[in-house]
């Protein structure tokens, strides 16, 4: 099993950046694949972004791209989203997610495919 608790949420203005992290306990993370989800208010669990921890490799939904990098601390068992140029669209609560068996990026797209989450941690943009 893995535990999974996020952290780094919080009030940020328009243009500014925040940096989130997911810590997991419980076992090495080698094989797995680490995804990062959000939920907006009144909208469903949508696709941040995603690593394999095994090589690295990420993914990013396109309202994303360019503005949130994904990166995994080994040492730590920590995956960060170091998030920039933040907009109002960003407000959400963030969850972290993992799941035990890498897959293709096609299904880590897919949080049904997630075996473990985290409690979420709240992101507000504001201007």
């Known amino acids: 099993q893995v535990q999974l608790v996020e952290s780094g949420g919080g009030l940020v203005q328009t243009g500014g950046s925040l940096r989130l992290s997911c810590a997991a306990s419980?076992?090495?993370?080698?094989?797995?694949?680490m995804g990062w989800f959000r939920q907006a208010q009144g909208k469903e669990r949508e696709f941040v972004a995603v690593?394999?921890?095994?090589?690295?490799?990420?993914y990013y939904a396109d309202s994303v791209k360019r503005r949130f990098t994904i990166s995994r601390d080994n040492a730590k068992n920590t995956v960060n989203l170091q998030m920039a140029s933040l907009n109002l669209e960003d407000t959400a609560v963030y969850y972290c997610a993992a799941r035990s068996d890498s897959l293709y990026v096609s299904r880590l797209l897919d949080l049904k495919q997630y075996d473990y989450w985290g409690q979420g941690t709240q992101v507000t943009v504001s201007s």
């Open positions: 419980g076992r090495s993370l080698s094989s797995y694949a």
């Open positions: 690593i394999k921890w095994a090589n690295g490799c990420t």
